[in-house]
């Protein structure tokens, strides 16, 4: 079955310490997202990736770094300097060819629970 | 700036029809998707609308009117299991999503 995995679904981590969440996808989608979801609020995207070897900055980039070594894959690290870690943190990927209309349909993954203690 | 309005919170009772209003003012419009969300899941997709109109999809419909920038996202016979937050989302001039808050649906019996 094609889909996207998060993992792990629960993670928590002291202060001070980096995180690293996973993302594969085995969609053979180009383009790969993160998004952070706060209680009661909407997606905010972190980072986004069209293709492999580049990525850009969302929104809310800072505190957080991530790589796309490999089409399937998007880590994404929470960093100390992230001052508010603590969120529900969603990865999404995406055909992301402009040129098939504009159906740029995100699919998700399950999500991954972030808890600073 | 880019915006995307919709009402926090709605309540309906089981069985009955419920309409979610979500406004936009984006730069660019390339499509409105509208997705469902469960508590402490990921959103699933419902619906697109590019084109001005009504598409149905069973219980659900989504209507858009691009001159307004109104979309709504109706659902009818009500369940239990629509209890969740609905979230829509404009594709801008570049191609990006830009996301609502996402409005919470209480269904009561």
């Known amino acids: 079955d094609g889909g996207i995995t998060q993992s792990p679904k629960y993670l928590f981590r002291k202060e001070g310490q980096n995180v690293t969440l996973s993302c594969e996808q085995n969609?053979?989608?180009?383009?790969m997202y993160w998004y952070r979801q706060d209680p009661g609020q909407g997606l905010r995207l972190i980072y986004y990736s069209q293709i492999v070897n580049d990525f850009q900055k969302g929104d809310i980039a800072e505190g957080y770094s991530v790589s796309r070594e490999k089409k399937e894959s998007f880590p994404l690290t929470v960093t100390s300097a992230q001052k508010n870690p603590t969120a529900f943190y969603l990865c999404?990927?995406?055909?992301?060819?402009?040129?098939?209309?504009?159906?740029?349909?995100?699919?998700f993954g399950p999500g991954t629970r972030l808890t600073v203690l | 700036g880019q915006n995307i309005d919709q009402p926090t919170e709605m309540t309906a009772t089981e069985g009955a029809i419920v309409q979610i209003n979500c406004t936009y003012q984006?730069?660019?419009?390339?499509?409105l998707f509208w997705y469902q969300q469960h508590a402490g899941e990921a959103p699933t997709f419902l619906s697109y609308n590019v084109l001005d109109g009504l598409e149905e999809k069973g219980r659900f419909s989504s209507f858009l009117s691009r001159s307004k920038g109104y979309s709504y996202l109706l659902l009818k016979e009500l369940q239990m299991k629509d209890s969740a937050s609905y979230l829509c989302?404009?594709?801008?001039?570049?191609?990006?999503?830009?996301w609502g808050a996402g409005t919470k649906l209480i269904i009561k019996p």
């Open positions: 984006t730069s660019g419009f390339n499509g």
């Open positions: 969609l053979n989608h180009d383009a």
């Open positions: 989302a404009v594709v801008d001039s570049n191609y990006q999503l830009i």
């Open positions: 999404a990927s995406s055909t992301g060819l402009a040129e098939e209309v504009s159906y740029n349909e995100q699919f």
